[in-house]
């Protein structure tokens, strides 16, 4: 089963960039998708990008179209989110989780993904 590790989160100003990385540990044989969620404080957990790692497909949710791009790297089995542009609506504790199912299907929905890491937050200053 797949585990998962991010890192990267940070505190920055408006109009900065973060890259926040995904490491997989374990077995990702089963893994189809892998998506970052976002949580600020008293919101409910979001899906903000999606990667379909054999394919390269990639999804976004409206709000970071043009901001955020999810990549892979699969030598090093890392997933990475890069930011740019933050914004203060983007404060939130980070999560990165993968599915077996394939991202359209899995559609950012907690309860398709397993392997849960700790977070890293990124706070946004205006």
């Known amino acids: 089963q797949v585990q998962l590790m991010e890192s990267g989160g940070g505190s920055v100003q408006a109009g900065a960039s973060l890259r926040l990385s995904c490491a997989a540990l374990?077995?990702?044989?089963?893994?189809?998708?892998i998506t970052w969620f976002r949580q600020a404080h008293g919101q409910e957990r979001e899906g903000v990008a999606a990667?379909?790692?054999?394919?390269?497909?990639?999804f976004y949710v409206d709000s970071v179209k043009g901001r955020f791009t999810i990549s892979h790297d699969d030598a090093k089995r890392t997933v990475y989110l890069q930011m740019d542009d933050l914004r203060p609506e983007d404060t939130a504790m980070y999560y990165c989780?993968?599915?077996?199912?394939?991202?359209?299907?899995?559609?950012?929905?907690?309860?398709?993904?397993?392997?849960w890491g700790q977070g890293t937050q990124v706070t946004v200053s205006s």
């Open positions: 989780a993968a599915s077996t199912l394939y991202c359209i299907v899995a559609n950012s929905r907690a309860a398709h993904f397993s392997g």
């Open positions: 374990g077995d990702t044989s089963r893994t189809r998708c």
């Open positions: 990667i379909n790692p054999g394919p390269d497909a990639t």
